[in-house]
């Protein structure tokens, strides 16, 4: 039995500051009051116990308290991304079998393809707040969210979180971090997202503070730190450089109650780690996915300085191996088990089981030191990680392929300064006519987010292919390799 988190820590904790947002902040008692309120309106919209709700919306304090309504309401969340297309989000309702979709007004034109009721959440606030009787606990195996992450298929997967795993995965990060009196998390990340979710679940089930802002930005990230108003705060790579930069223009200093800045969503480049270390700043790399509830190893802090580029040892609750690992040092798939791992999948994917052999497959080549610390070597040897967002090059291939005069196409990663990686598509046309790059960003630009969209379009006679007739990406990195040169010369 797993205690409804927010109806335990507003009455343990009523008074302590719950969430900040643009100059207000609510304490757990008022947090719980406006979230009672938003599960009475979910009562009025038709949704009970079980019903399933897709959100769509920023990071804001109304999205904030709507996720904690839901888990009042005993309402299962398909957290979308906003940076889809309207497309991609009416496959993602349909696979959830969502019940209804409440999104933020300005997602409004994102949802023409809503194949369930839909509330923009002007009129959500509207609606009267009918008597609801909270869901004051949970099975651990009851669904709070679905995230989608897309598949190598090219189809992207809703994985099922349920109380027990992101409540193990609270757990275990403060048992790797610690806690303090006066704690309070910086909050840039999409809401919508697993880092973003798992914030608000660490917080209160630690009774701290979430200090809520709509997006990243450097300037105020610096300011908060430096006044010493949080302890924490969660970045990848693209945003720890822009945070660094800012540090390093305006000569601030990092307090020694700043803590944790937790650096995950792909691979931190070394030199970001060592000028961290010159200006204070404490960055702990992190490794996890949707799959295991945010984190599943992550760098303590005490080894930050002499473990660079590690992900750290596997958190309490996880146990991680290196299938066919024959000691340290030696590479192969990283493997994961614990209680936040997922039970599996929803939809389209539900008849396929999460683990194999009682052990989640990632997909990523990592390695133990002799210390026992992770190294991750690659993360996924297709996958796209682009200014922390997740990118499947079979998914790109799939909407390009739909093209009348693309035959063959294939896609991979391409360095990018600003973002860490962007795609890349090397098509073969269906014959010899001309097609105009314009025109395929275009055609991509209508059916998929605009970070999927491949940066380059170059044109090829034959795509490279080994003896089994396999697509070789390797050959086509090599060959975006030099398609970035060129670009920058």
């Given amino acids: 039995m797993i205690p409804n988190w927010l109806m335990k820590r507003a009455s343990l904790s009523p008074e302590a500051p719950a969430l900040s947002f643009e100059g207000e902040t609510l304490s757990y008692a008022e947090l719980y009051d406006r979230a009672m309120d938003h599960a009475g309106k979910l009562r009025a ?3 009970h116990a079980g019903s399933r709700a897709a959100l769509l919306g920023g990071t804001s304090a109304e999205m904030a308290v709507l996720i904690h309504g839901c888990l009042l309401a005993g309402v299962e969340m398909v957290l979308l991304n906003v940076r889809l297309t309207a497309e991609e989000i009416g496959y993602q309702l349909g696979d959830a079998a969502a019940d209804l979709l409440i999104c933020e007004d300005f997602c409004i034109p994102q949802t023409g393809s809503a194949n369930c009721g839909a509330l923009s959440y002007s009129d959500f606030s509207r609606l009267p707040a009918h008597p609801v009787e909270p869901e004051r606990e949970w099975q651990d195996d009851r669904t709070l969210t679905i995230m989608y992450t897309s598949g190598t298929t090219g189809f992207p997967k809703g994985v099922r979180q349920t109380a027990g795993n992101h409540t193990a995965s609270a757990v275990s990060a403060v048992l790797n971090s610690g806690l303090r009196d006066g704690d309070a998390w910086l909050h840039m990340m999409p809401l919508f997202h697993i880092s973003g979710f798992s914030i608000l679940a660490r917080a209160v089930l630690y009774g701290t503070e979430v200090r809520l802002f709509r997006k990243f930005d450097a300037y105020l990230a610096a300011e908060e730190i430096g006044s010493g108003r949080v302890s924490g705060m969660s970045a990848v790579a693209v945003t720890l450089e822009r945070l660094l930069t800012e540090f390093e223009r305006s000569g601030r200093t990092v307090p020694e109650t700043f803590r944790t800045l937790l650096a995950g969503g792909g691979p931190v480049p070394v030199n970001y780690l060592e000028r961290a270390q010159r ?4 960055v702990l790399q992190t490794y996890g996915m949707t799959e295991t509830s ?9 080894d930050a300085l002499r473990k660079i580029g590690s992900a750290g040892k596997p958190l309490f609750f996880s146990d991680i191996r290196i299938e066919g690992a024959a000691g340290p040092g030696s590479r192969g798939e990283i493997l994961i088990r614990g209680p936040h791992v997922t039970k599996g999948y929803v939809g389209r994917h ?11 497959h990632s ?6 030191d002799e210390d026992g610390f992770l190294f991750v070597s690659d993360r996924r040897s297709d996958l796209i990680i682009s200014g922390g967002e997740n990118i499947y090059p079979a998914e790109i291939e799939e909407v390009l392929a739909a093209h009348p005069a693309v035959k063959e ?12 990686a962007v795609p890349a598509a090397f098509i073969k046309t269906t014959g010899p006519q001309q097609l105009d790059p314009e025109d395929l960003e275009i055609f991509c630009r209508e059916r998929l987010a605009a970070y ?3 940066k380059v379009f170059r044109f090829i006679e034959e795509m490279p292919r080994n003896s089994s007739n396999k697509l ?16 920058q010369h």
């Fill in 472 to 487: 070789m990406r390797s050959r086509l990195r090599e060959l975006a390799a030099d398609e970035n040169v060129d670009r």
């Fill in 452 to 454: 999927k969209v491949p």
């Fill in 279 to 282: 200006i204070g700043l404490p």
């Fill in 350 to 360: 539900s008849g396929k089981g999460a683990l194999q052999d009682g052990w989640l």
């Fill in 363 to 368: 997909g990523d080549i990592g390695y133990f």
């Fill in 294 to 302: 945010s984190q599943t190893a992550t760098l303590s802090a005490g």
């Fill in 409 to 420: 196409a294939g896609v991979c990663a391409m360095r990018d300064e600003k973002w860490g």
């Fill in 45 to 47: 919209a038709g949704l």
